[in-house]
């Protein structure tokens, strides 16, 4: 039986997974790496380090599995999105990649607000311009780095860049596509317009295909140096949300699914291309034709915890950090976390806003503060599930997944905040599960997403339900986390 390969390339680590489809066994492999802030409100990235962290995972599946990495037939991708890959004639990358929370772009993004028309942004683009999408760091390099731009001959996202070493060959997808400011949503193609406004030629970007498109096989240097089998076919793949999506079994509407990784999000499928009037949530497609996903997006969620946890506190284990915020009642006992670290997106669209503990009180702890910062993070995406109620998306259960969904504690949390049933997929590694099943069944291994999903996206049996009690409690402390913004905004 052949096997299935899916990448992540995630902002904090790249995670590869070889997936017996026979069996349903999975083996995964992860490689960590940071994130380089040579100046405040930067955010970046050497594309080589992704590939070199695929490498490091593939070299080990090869030595862990050797018969089924032989046996390889097709490759699905997934990756962090908005970021911006700029690579010359030959692929290489002509400065490191400005990443999705990079916030330097700020008047770029002034810029296009009035060069582009509200009827552009609100029926073309769907998504507010905000810092940290590819099109104002694509102008931010013009204006600072002409030299750079003058060099560049691709511009693409950050898991092209690592399928383009596999295939040698360069291309763009819907999903990834339309998370760049520069796409029309409704169309799924790129918005040229809004590129010729912005005076930037149209040979920059690849074409664009969707999400399930073979587009071609391993290359014959690839396969020497990664020993994967020249024959296994290559999709385009998928941005991380709309492959978490898959790897959850939601690909109809319903459900919606938290994700907390480095930053967090609550997403929704959709049939239609749903936006909001106020532009607060983000529309992109999904990585199935005609199909979208809706969502809010909170900057820093698993970030708050890993910057209280190694910046403040100091501790080594995430599992401590759940463990004390074990110990503390819900609410914190009056200790309030807004976690707007490097500025926020949904509801506030305010790269200025910063974090704050609010209600600080000699009895207060440590233990206090690793809750607090899980209450707050949860908060925020609260705000994200409202709105996305307000569009009509309907919501019976939250399907919880990234390092969030670790810990028996949070999990609690999001029920007693969500007022929502929470639960889990038993594999751990959405993304790369998604990647699979999209690339399985592009290949034919599959019969279609359905099927891989019912032997594959099957969620643990434990459910967690909202506590009466701390439900109540959690309502009060949120319209009071909502209050501390609008108080502070101005000063921010």
């Not at 999105?81 to 002509?94: F, I, K, N, S, Y």
């Amino acid at each position: 039986m052949p096997a299935i390969l899916g990448i992540d390339i995630g902002t904090s680590s790249t995670k590869v997974m070889l997936l017996d489809p026979q069996t349903g066994e999975q083996w995964v492999q992860a490689q960590a790496y940071d994130v380089s802030t040579p100046r405040i409100g930067y955010a970046e990235q050497d594309p080589d380090l992704w590939w070199q962290a695929v490498l490091s995972c593939l070299a080990r599946l090869r030595e862990q599995k050797g018969e089924l990495y032989r046996q390889i037939a097709c490759i699905g991708l997934s990756g962090q999105m908005h970021g911006l890959v700029m690579t010359d004639e030959a692929g290489v990358p002509v400065r490191p990649a400005i990443l999705w929370n990079d916030q330097r772009s700020g008047e770029e993004c002034e810029f296009l607000r009035e060069q582009l028309s509200e009827k552009q942004q609100r029926e073309v683009l769907r998504n507010r311009i905000f810092p940290g999408f590819a099109l104002p760091s694509l102008l931010w390099v013009r204006r600072h780095e002409p030299e750079v731009l003058a060099r560049a001959r691709w511009v693409m996202q950050p898991k092209d860049y690592v399928r383009s070493r596999l295939t040698g060959c360069v291309g763009a997808e819907v999903s990834d596509a339309s998370a760049t400011l520069m796409f029309d949503i409704e169309k799924r193609d790129w918005a040229w317009e809004v590129l010729e406004e912005c005076g930037f030629p149209r040979k920059l970007l690849p074409r664009c295909h969707e999400s399930g498109e073979i587009q071609g096989t391993v290359s014959k240097e690839c396969a020497a140096l990664t020993g994967l089998p020249e024959q296994a076919k290559v999709i385009f793949g998928m941005g991380d949300q709309q492959a978490q999506s898959i790897g959850n079994g939601v690909f109809r509407e319903g459900a919606f699914i938290c994700n907390i990784g480095t930053g967090g999000q609550i997403s929704s499928f959709s049939q239609k291309p749903v936006s909001d009037r106020q532009l607060r949530t983000q529309t992109f497609c999904h990585g199935f034709p005609g199909a979208y996903t809706v969502y809010g997006a909170v900057l820093n969620a698993g970030m708050s915890l890993k910057w209280l946890k190694d910046q403040i506190l100091q501790e080594t284990d995430f599992r401590q950090m759940s463990r004390m915020a074990g110990q503390v009642p819900p609410g914190s006992e009056g200790l309030i976390f807004l976690p707007y670290l490097t500025g926020e997106r949904t509801p506030h669209m305010n790269p200025d806003a910063r974090g704050i503990f609010f209600g600080l009180h000699l009895m207060h702890t440590r233990d206090h503060m690793a809750r607090a910062v899980m209450e707050g993070v949860t908060f925020a995406l609260r705000e994200s599930m409202e709105i996305l109620e307000e569009l009509g998306l309907p919501c019976d259960r939250i399907l919880s997944s990234g390092g969030g969904a670790f810990s028996p504690v949070w999990l609690q949390v999001q029920a007693d905040i969500f007022g929502k049933e929470v639960q889990v997929c038993r594999v751990k590694e959405q993304a790369c599960l998604g990647a699979c099943m999209l690339a399985g069944t592009a290949a034919g291994i599959y019969p279609d997403v359905g099927e891989a999903a019912r032997q594959l996206a099957v969620l643990a049996p434990k459910i967690y339900r909202p506590g009466e009690a701390a439900a109540e409690a959690y309502r009060k402390q949120y319209e009071k986390y909502r209050e501390i913004y609008r108080q502070v905004k101005d000063l921010f």
